[in-house]
């Protein structure tokens, strides 16, 4: 694998979309199975990686470095894309199940079990002394 180096023997960024766009494109698209999600994460990859390619030390190759951020990227894009969603079911359910002056909605309210458990347990109790 060869490095990008401009002439002063740094990293170079444009360079970057060229030698590894695809790689890196392919790599996303295979773990989020959506083109635009995909592209937008590559193009975070090399976003982060400008901003910090000068402290870049060379101890991987471009395409590891590179494949390292788009991996937190695709982690983070399921926590956000997760948390929504569960933030989003949990507003849903409270919605259907609670009226305007927050009480239960009939269909919703929890139902009578018809004996409290203090007495179901002594009833349960009381069969496995009768079964000895």
Do not use: C
């Amino acid at each position: 694998m060869k490095h990008s180096k401009s002439e002063s023997g740094s990293l170079d960024p444009q360079t970057w979309v060229d030698d590894h766009g695809d790689y890196l494109y392919n790599f996303a698209f295979s773990r989020v199975s959506n083109q635009n999600v995909a592209e937008d994460l590559v193009q975070d990859t090399f976003l982060s990686a400008l901003k910090s390619y000068k402290s870049f030390k060379g101890n991987s190759s471009e395409r590891t470095w590179f494949t390292s951020i788009l991996k937190n990227k695709i982690v983070d894009h399921y926590r956000k894309f997760s948390s929504k969603n569960e933030q989003d079911d949990f507003n849903r359910i409270i919605e259907q199940s609670f009226d305007e002056n927050e009480k239960w909605k009939p269909e919703f309210a929890p139902v009578d079990w018809g004996e409290n458990p203090e007495q179901a347990f002594e009833k349960n109790e009381f069969m496995e002394v009768l079964k000895e």
